[in-house]
């Protein structure tokens, strides 16, 4: 199996950990919903039925069945009769794509600042513990999957990056840690996947996560740490922008007007 | 230096090898059958992932149940090379022992690249049974684990691992209280030198052992250790397991 390949990611198997207590059809939808955004489950894929999502989330059965309901209202799933039937993810990228930006446009700037400081601190006290922890070929094995997605496509990159950084989180030896990191990454991989076509993005965070992960090998925090600071800002300054142009699509002329003004007052 | 047939100090290590022992005893009394079930599949070419978790559910549950056993999780992986579609692992774990999800899932392509994980590697490359870790499972039991695995072969061709994960937290249960009646303090480390279980207050799961560098060889920790006065590392003669028995 090439790691190019990727469709069971790290991120894949947390969608379905347990939830554990009963009535969360919205934490069921939550979970699914997030995955889909994340590129975690993709277009076409097929859902486990729904007893087996229920053994899995730990949940009824009529619980997962209200969650697959809203979800299919919501045009994100569809579910097919017949012997090859089930619930299949219908989400296209470009549907993933729009309902990402409308959740970056939702969360207010300084929730999306403050969101990648937690993911950038969580994300730095791994690196720590795994730069005492971590072994040669525990990190020699990451290298070698990072080397080999520089050449994926779009879906399968995201993929295997976000498993990459979920296994140098695990690698810090703290349960704590990693399930946190797994769970910020749940939040904010939606929101990072938006850059995702742009080849440059693309190319600053894979340069970002392989000196990370030289970093960690030569046992040197301070450069591992620099390493995360410049991918989370780099991508949190792409974000902004993103953000700033779709809310002006939305205001049209407005936002020009008041640019104006403000430099006219800025004036002599 | 202590004599190594030190009663007292050899207990711990006793108690590993006895909790061990009795894991790959389950899993090397499982491999007689999974290949009796998987051969003729495998043969023809004609093993999916779905039926390899039907053939191998009551078995593996089994393993699970083992009654003076704490087993966490157990089942099968299979290299991709004899699956034809869905997942190569087989997977059930936890007290309801429920099946892990994406082994029910039906799709085309799957992957988590097993080869990468040291449970599955260590025996392909080497033939033999390995206890991997303590690593953080987020893949399975979302705990700190210990796998062990088993090869298995069809023909003389490795087709997978049978494997059994433990809860550091269980295998605690079993070796702390006996630490900590010893006079000096006990570590257990593994093969790479990073510490299992310990009575040092000074060391956390997934330390490596003070003088050694994370991944290190039992004999570079044997050496670094010797050093020290009083300290004794006994070694597991089954597991790649050590004990590490010297003041705190």
Not at chain 1, 54 to 74: Q, Y
Not at chain 1, 217 to 234: H, K, N, T
Request: charged share 25%; hydrophobic share 40%; with cysteine.
């Amino acid at each position: 199996m090439a790691a190019g390949s990727s469709r069971g990611s790290r991120m894949h198997s947390a969608v379905f950990a347990p939830i554990g207590d009963e009535g969360r059809a919205s934490l069921v939808e939550g979970r699914i919903d997030r995955a889909i955004s994340a590129g975690a489950l993709a277009d076409g894929e097929r859902l486990p039925s729904e007893s087996e999502l229920a053994r899995s989330f730990g949940v009824a059965v009529v619980t997962v069945r209200e969650a697959l309901d809203a979800l299919r209202k919501r045009g994100l799933i569809e579910t097919r009769r017949g012997r090859s039937g089930g619930s299949f993810v219908t989400a296209s990228r470009s549907d993933a794509v729009a309902n990402n930006e409308g959740s970056l446009l939702a969360m207010p700037r300084v929730e999306l600042n403050d969101l990648a400081v937690h993911y950038e601190t969580i994300a730095a006290a791994c690196a720590e513990f795994a730069c005492v922890r971590a072994t040669p070929d525990e990190l020699e094995v990451i290298q070698e999957i990072l080397a080999e997605a520089r050449g994926a496509g779009r879906e399968a990159w995201r993929r295997i990056i976000t498993d990459v950084q979920l296994e140098l989180a695990g690698l810090s030896q703290s349960v704590r840690l990693t399930r946190e990191h797994v769970r910020l990454q749940a939040e904010f991989t939606p929101l990072l996947t938006l850059q995702d076509g742009d080849a440059e993005a693309r190319e600053r965070s894979h340069d970002a996560l392989t000196e990370q992960v030289q970093a960690t090998l030569d046992r040197d925090f301070p450069r591992a740490r620099a390493a995360i600071r410049e991918s989370v800002s780099g991508s949190l300054r792409w974000l902004v922008r993103r953000r700033a142009t779709l809310s002006a699509g939305l205001l049209g002329g407005e936002r020009v007007t008041l640019d104006h003004s403000l430099s006219a007052q800025e004036g002599p | 230096m202590t004599p190594r047939n030190d009663a007292a100090v050899s207990v711990t290590l006793d108690l590993v090898d006895e909790f061990f022992g009795g894991v790959f005893d389950s899993l090397a009394s499982w491999l007689p059958t999974l290949e009796q079930q998987l051969a003729p599949v495998i043969r023809t070419g004609g093993l999916t992932g779905a039926g390899l978790a039907s053939l191998i559910e009551a078995d593996a549950l089994a393993v699970i149940g083992d009654a003076w056993l704490p087993i966490y999780g157990a089942g099968f992986c299979a290299t991709a090379e004899v699956i034809g579609s869905g997942n190569p692992l087989a997977w059930w774990q936890g007290p309801q022992r429920q099946p892990l999800l994406s082994a029910a899932i039906v799709g085309e392509q799957y992957a988590v690249d097993y080869r990468r994980l040291e449970w599955f590697r260590v025996p392909e490359r080497t033939g033999r049974g390995h206890v991997a870790g303590p690593y953080v499972d987020y893949l399975c039991s979302n705990e700190i684990t210990l796998t062990s695995s088993l090869p298995l072969f069809v023909d003389g061709a490795f087709v997978g691992v049978a494997c059994a994960d433990v809860l550091v937290s269980s295998l605690e249960a079993t070796l702390l209280p006996a630490m900590e009646r010893l006079e000096n303090c006990a570590t257990l480390v593994n093969a790479g030198g990073r510490v299992v279980v310990s009575s040092n207050p000074d060391y956390a799961t997934g330390d490596p052992y003070r003088g050694v560098r994370p991944g290190d060889s039992l004999e570079t920790l044997t050496e670094a250790v010797g050093e020290r006065a009083g300290a004794v590392v006994l070694r597991s003669e089954r597991f790649p397991l050590a004990v590490v028995v010297e003041r705190p």
